[in-house]
């Protein structure tokens, strides 16, 4: 089959309709890396761009094994039945589920993967996270555009891509299991400290008293924190995510936060800093990416490299003399 060439007006036009096919190819088109697609891309999210901000945006990480894609499948569900539309997102610039992402859990969101409530994304794949960031950033504002008004987005417990989630989300969901503290389960307190809800899963069966115990030792816990928001102090709650019990708590908290923080200003305020903070890191990776692919530097940056790493030159020196080759050619292009 050859595909047809993308006509933007054609795919505006279907997104602003909630036609999955055309938000399925405005996100590829967004995730391109072909300069004729990030053309169109800039096109399609520049005409949607109105149409965006509505959902409530949740981010959700948790160390492996902890339950995410149960938990996504249980709470999707329940957010659907209160006659919502899901999107699923994921962002992971590791290589470890690289080609499967989300979708390779499918097993695991059965009745959310075949609801037509319900738009499942799988990560745009490995790489720069920065890349990967802006990539979900837009699929984010596309799917909001094409109607959803719940976008989550998930995040494997590694590095920073916690950071990159808690950067694009209004609430920042942290997933635990019952038993041991946070060093047991390798979630770091700069992460900890990023939660709005901390949310304790596999509360069911025998696991359910450790789960109450776990509640407890994280309401402890969070309390020593410094407080995110003036409007709201972050919550520990439990739920399973298999039987189903806490699911509907989760979400209710999920309402009266964006509630809250809207009744504050406070909502308004953090999406207008993180759109700046995303508008600088464009800046910086479009400069750098120019910079490394303008034929002067590429000529003289190994031998700069090699002089600063034999100690022959300074860092500070042979940055600036690089910098001022290219805005020398910057002035004259
Ligand atoms: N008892 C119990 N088991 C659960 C619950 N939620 C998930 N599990 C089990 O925990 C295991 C891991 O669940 P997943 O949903 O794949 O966990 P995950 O966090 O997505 O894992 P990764 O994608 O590998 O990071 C599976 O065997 C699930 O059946 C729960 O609420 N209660
Ligand atoms: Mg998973």
Redesign the pocket.
Known sequence: MTRQPDDADALIEGVRNGDRRSLARSITLAESTRPDHRVLADRILEALLPLTGGARRIGIS??????????IEAFGMHVIEEHHQLAVLAIDPSSRRSGGSILG?KT?MIDLSNHPAAFIRPSPGSGHLGGVARRTREAMLLCEAAGFDVVLVET?GVGQSEVAVADMVDLFAL?VAPGGGDELQGIKRGIMELADLVIV?????D?APAAGRTRADYTGAVHLLRPKWEAWATEVLS?????GVGIADVWEAVERFGDALEASGELRQARATQATAWLWSEIGDTLLERFRNDPDIARILPGAEKDVADGRRTPTEAARSLLDVFSQRARTV
């Not at 492996?64 to 938990?71: A, Q």
């Not at 739920?239 to 039987?243: E, G, N, Q, R, Y």
């Open positions: 948790g160390p492996p094994g902890v339950g995410k894609s149960t938990f859990d695991r494997i997933l899963n596999k509360a069911d069966g696991l739920c399973s995510a298999i039987t």
